[in-house]
């Protein structure tokens, strides 16, 4: 007689962190990545060099018309976070960027969507927020909402697009979730923002863009859904079988 089988939360969590790198490889490596790339910028390299990586890779303006690239794709490689200070508010934004964005959200996309689906996502989002934000900042500073320190401010990590695949993964909850995971993507950047003037800071203005990509994403593969539904459902029998 075999043995029963076992049943509940712990196991169900277990073989879901074993099978994960085989489930979902390409978010994987991403968050080993991401891993490693903090602990040689926080511990290996000097504070210095840190600092000096760092404002390379921010993804502000003059950078931005520097080195647009290295910016850019340098910035998806390192997150904006601490993994120890539990009780910072810097450790609740990687607990919902790194946490829950990168390593359930994405995981998930790279599943139902496959890997370059899932990476074209964040990806996407980071640097379509991203240039969507410089936009508004240029448009900020011609109205003064914005003082000019921001041409050089620090901006970098991996937030833009961990925040489009929050907004995507709302197809992932059920029909009553939908809207409290809404309010709450859109909700958390807002709560730690500043409001210098008629704009809020750049930083929640860039996560607020990343939401709506991510929103618009999901709109289009559930319209595309629908549509296939309707098409099937008016096939003819004979074309069906």
Partial sequence: MNAPTPRGLLPGLLRTVRTYPRRSPLTFG????????????????????ADALRDHISTNLDNLHDHPVTALFGSALLFDGTLTEILSTGFGSTLITLGLGVCCCLAWAERRFGALRAAAVLLGGHIGATLITAAVILLALRHGWYPESVRQASDYGISYGAQTVLALAILAVPRWARLPWAAFVVAWPLSGGDWPGPLPDFTTVGHLLAAALGFAVAAAVALTAA??????????ADVRR
């Fill in 227 to 236: 549509r296939r539904r309707r098409a099937e459902g008016r096939a003819p």
């Fill in 30 to 49: 991403y968050v080993v990545l991401l891993l490693l790339g903090h602990v040689w910028v926080e511990n290996l390299l000097t504070a210095d060099r």
